[in-house]
């Protein structure tokens, strides 16, 4: 029984996790995806980036250091571009 529901716990924080992460990747995704078609300038896209920088950091969000790098490399772009 004891098995039983550790393996419970164990899957449904995985689910949760997961699920958590993939919210992240669809907000990415979603606005990279506006800004390359023009429906949001580079300070809107910059702006909505970095509150939900910091939404992820208050909900205790983990994200591979990897991905991160990924879903910024647009940001780091525009913060760094010479317009």
């Known amino acids: 029984m004891r098995l ?3 393996l419970f716990f164990l899957l449904y924080f ?3 996790f997961s699920q958590k992460n993939d919210s992240v ?3 990415f995704n ?3 995806s506006q800004y390359n078609r ?3 300038n580079d300070t809107v896209y910059l702006a909505k980036v970095k509150e939900f920088n910091y939404e992820i950091l208050s909900k ?3 994200i591979q ?3 991160l790098r990924k879903y910024l490399a647009l940001y780091e772009k525009i ?3 010479n317009k």
Request: with cysteine; aromatic share 12%.
């Open 4 to 6: 039983l529901v550790t």
């Open 30 to 32: 979603n606005m990279e």
């Open 25 to 27: 990747s669809v907000f």
């Open 14 to 16: 995985s689910i949760c």
């Open 60 to 62: 205790g969000i983990y």
């Open 38 to 40: 023009k429906k949001i």
């Open 79 to 81: 913060a760094f571009s």
């Open 65 to 67: 250091p990897e991905k």
